[in-house]
């Protein structure tokens, strides 16, 4: 048990004989504990930094005194798993504050020891024969452990270390300008604080903890045209050695390259880069993570329900195809996530930067996609997109995945207290549509738009629309069904083959042979030349991802985004019904094209002079329908976080309907457009619209059934069909296609909750909000992220302060409710204002002494006594 340490908060030391018997209690303890002649001297003088026999460590205490914030004592054997100190008899001062301080301290040593395991035995038995210089982790070590020790000034109760941490924490929450916070430390240090403190001067000054915490990013300068990146055997380039185009950035005027003040030159494009292999060893260094890595193990459900990737057929193929990785569960299953984004609101200025995102999915399903749990793993500079030439700004992420694959890393588990070699596999891709060309290599565009169908994508081309058209989708149903010979209702055509059938991934190899090291540039002149009519196919390149060993073994590469098709759909069937301008697909080139496929002769255009008049369509709303409809949307009531307010979006003067976002959009689309139409449009619209809505439902549910999803795969072609017999033929573009992909993706990846793009757009929204230099959005981001990636980690150990673990939740309810009430009376829940006090009138007193008779249980026993 450690010895009581008020000694150590003598002031006259040299005169207390108390502070000589804590002097020879603490030696006694010391000796005993690590068991060597010499131990380190935590006098003033030595500050823990030289080694000394006992009496000459006892003389230097004595002499010099102790350091009176060195009150754990790690170098001398102390633990924080040991039993609490004995406590002397007598005042022991504020124990609330002694209390309060230890709980601190404890904070900053728990983030130490867990970013710094090998070194927490450093030191603890050294003699003068096998001294040996610090190595750099071990100087890092031991600078954060003094910060967590000396006091920000003398007499201070709080250390250096945690006073600095809680205000970058404070700047994080609240969104803190690097300058605002520079500002407070000046306040603070000349204003404040006694002179002689030490606090960082400056926000830049500050930062020094983040890198000890082993937080930092890459910089790599690219091509402008993005045709090679400067590293490796191209670092020492000053031009791009395929275009030709400057590394630097030059005046406009003369020429002359730019140069910063300190001389260095200027790079036209950087590339910023997070390292994936310390950021995957800190979730399992960190001991309030390190047993999360594993709770996939062991919870695929055996009952045909999905919650969670794990229960997917795509996890369970990859155990299979890989059982050394599988047989680890400590091993990290990734989704790689991106999307391009404006950094300037309400900017006319054309400006794209594309993060990549990694999500580790071994975590549990509700922290799975929180924000905590993502990784920024890639800054893409703009201000243009990367296009096809992503590959090139992958290249270092790509090869750091094969290195944690085939090598690993050595991480020390928290959760064991042991090293093993941690490895990690992508699992797929998150993206939107044209994402999803760019990462998968296969053009989302044309004839062959569909990235599942491939090849056999069935499409036509309509003559007055000028744009792709996507039937046929009875070649899905089954080969007797009655609607394959139906020729007037679909597309004019008998249906005699089947549907599309996977390629398997020998053949897509094999027509990715001469895609092989291709130049990927934005330089038409040096940019390989594709020719989608020559190939036959829609290939554009091979993706970089078949550099990964496993990747070809992956059931699911690249995920269909739920989240915009469902938007796309919505805005096509609003825009359609509600004869919306410029978003209705019930346009005069739309009738000309079912007049020249002879269907539906009673939509034809009828000519009236030198105009064309468009007869009634079933599905579109009268002007009272429309109406009607507008009204319910602006009228509606949802409980709070269901929905955002859509009666913003609604003009019920007008009926007109404009802004919608891509959740309100999924809102209508599976929960209000089947109410909204009840008793709207004609039978035959009405039961599709239905039946699709009833599709992205169950869809989107956050328990699956297998049984349910293949239920779902065989009933949508036969939805779709129907769609296809009221509405036009340029209703159907690639968007209304896709959904007969999303069952059998949701069988192989599970639910999409943890597949679609909603949490990236909110975490991009989050980068956004980084930028406080319009004039290097990518910096801004970086710093911004880095700073809050730090506070993610140290605020897990921060329990003493209110951080995004353990804040309460927007619509907190006390769980408590009143012990000085009746059960029946005493409801979870917390007031919204202010209350106001009435008398109730009688027939609702007579109403609330019913409700208690029947049932409140403390009147019974004087009901009995009654009867």
Not at 174 to 187: Q, V
Request: hydrophobic share 35%; with cysteine; aromatic share 10%.
């Amino acid at each position: 048990m450690t010895p009581s340490k008020d000694w150590m908060a003598i002031e006259d030391y040299v005169n207390d004989p108390s502070f000589e018997v804590g002097v020879n209690s603490f030696l006694d303890y010391a000796f005993q504990k690590l068991g060597t002649d010499n131990i380190r001297c935590p006098c003033c003088e030595c500050v823990n930094g030289e080694f000394g026999e006992r009496e000459k460590v006892r003389q230097h205490l004595i002499v010099y005194g102790v350091v009176k914030r060195y009150t754990f004592w790690f170098h001398h054997g102390e633990r924080l798993e040991q039993e609490p100190q004995l406590v002397c008899d007598g005042d022991d001062g504020d124990d609330n504050i002694a209390e309060e301080n230890e709980n601190e301290l404890d904070e900053m040593l728990g983030i130490i020891r867990d970013l710094y395991p090998e070194c927490n035995n450093v030191g603890s038995s050294s003699n003068d024969s096998n001294l040996e210089e610090p190595n750099a982790d071990a100087k890092r070590f031991y600078n954060l452990l003094k910060d967590s020790q000396d006091p920000v000034y003398e007499g201070c109760k709080s250390s250096r270390m945690y006073v600095l941490l809680k205000h970058l924490h404070i700047k994080t929450l609240g969104r803190w300008t690097n300058e605002s916070f520079t500002m407070l430390l000046d306040f603070l240090k000349e204003d404040l604080l006694p002179k002689g403190s030490n606090l960082p001067k400056s926000y830049n000054k500050s930062k020094k903890v983040m890198k000890d915490l082993g937080l930092s990013y890459q910089k790599i300068d690219a091509c402008v045209n993005d045709c090679i990146f400067y590293w490796k055997e191209n670092e020492k380039l000053n031009a791009c050695n395929i275009c030709g185009a400057s590394r630097w950035k030059s005046n406009k005027h003369n020429g002359e390259e730019k140069c910063k003040s300190n001389g260095k030159r200027i790079p036209q494009k950087t590339l910023r880069y997070f390292p994936l292999k310390p950021r995957l060893q800190k979730l399992f260094m960190c001991s309030k993570t390190a047993s999360l890595m594993t709770w996939h193990h062991g919870k695929k459900k055996k009952d045909g329900t999905m919650r969670h990737p794990v229960d997917g057929t795509a996890w369970e193929s990859f155990d299979t195809e890989h059982p050394n990785f599988a047989s680890d569960p400590r091993n990290v299953r990734l989704g790689l996530a991106s999307d391009g984004f404006q950094p300037f609101a309400n900017s006319k200025t054309s400006y794209s930067i594309w993060p990549i995102i990694l999500i580790p999915y071994n975590v549990p399903l509700e922290l799975c996609m929180k924000q905590s749990n993502m990784f920024l793993s890639m800054l893409i500079p703009g201000p243009k997109g990367p296009g096809d030439a992503i590959d090139v700004y992958l290249q270092p992420l790509i090869e750091e995945l094969k290195d944690l694959w085939e090598v690993g890393v050595e991480t020390f588990d928290a959760a064991t207290q042991r090293h093993f070699q941690l490895r990690a596999a992508l699992m797929w891709t998150i993206n939107d549509f044209p994402a999803y060309a760019m990462l998968s290599g296969w053009s989302t565009k044309g004839y062959l738009a569909c990235p599942c169908c491939l090849r056999d994508t069935r499409s036509m081309r309509l003559p007055h629309g000028g744009k792709e058209c996507y039937m046929r989708h009875h070649c899905y149903l089954p080969m007797n069904h009655r609607w394959r010979k139906n020729k007037k209702s679909f597309d004019g055509t008998v249906e005699r083959e089947g549907p599309p059938q996977p390629s398997s991934i020998d053949d897509i190899l094999n027509e990715l042979k001469d895609l092989e090291n291709i130049i990927l540039s934005k330089d038409p002149s040096v940019k390989t030349k594709i020719s989608h009519e020559v190939r036959g196919d829609n290939w554009n390149k091979k993706s970089i991802f078949f550099e990964l060993p496993y990747w070809k073994t992956n059931l699911l590469r690249h995920n269909l985004d739920v989240m915009h098709i469902e938007k796309n759909i919505c805005d096509s069937v609003l825009g359609t019904i509600m004869n919306i301008q410029g978003k209705t697909k019930d346009t005069l080139k739309s009738r000309h094209d079912l007049k020249d496929l002879g269907l539906r002769p009673t939509l034809h255009p009828i000519k009236v002079g030198d105009k064309w008049k468009m007869p009634p369509a079933p599905y579109t709303f009268f002007s009272s329908e429309k109406q009607k409809f507008c009204n319910f949307l602006k009228e509606l009531k949802v409980p709070d976080g269901f929905s955002s307010n859509i009666s913003y979006c609604v003009n019920s003067k007008e009926a007109k309907i404009s802004g919608l976002k891509s959740h309100d959009c999924h809102v209508i689309l599976e929960h209000l457009l089947p109410l909204a139409i009840r008793d709207l449009l004609t039978p035959l619209v009405r039961e599709a619209l239905i039946e699709l809505s009833l599709f992205f439902t169950l869809l989107c549910a956050k328990v699956l059934n297998v049984d349910d999803l293949k239920q779902l795969e065989s009933q949508i072609p036969i939805t779709l069909c129907k769609l296809e017999k009221v509405f036009p033929p340029s209703f159907f573009d690639v968007m209304m296609h896709l959904p007969i992909h999303l069952a059998n993706e949701a069988i192989m990846g599970g639910p999409v909750q943890f597949r679609w793009m909603y949490p990236i757009e909110q975490y991009m929204y989050k980068l956004k909000s980084y930028i406080r230099n319009r004039a290097h959005p990518e910096a801004s981001i970086a710093e911004g992220y880095l700073a809050e990636e730090c506070m993610n980690h140290c605020s897990r150990y921060m329990q003493s302060i209110e951080t995004r673990f353990n804040r309460l939740d927007r619509n907190y309810e006390n769980s408590q409710g009143h012990d000085d009430t009746l059960p029946i009376f005493s409801h979870s829940g917390r007031s919204l204002g202010a209350a106001s006090v009435r008398d109730l009138e009688k027939g609702e007193l007579d109403e609330a002494h019913i409700y208690i008779l029947k049932n409140c249980d403390e009147v019974k026993p004087f009901l009995k006594q009654e009867n």
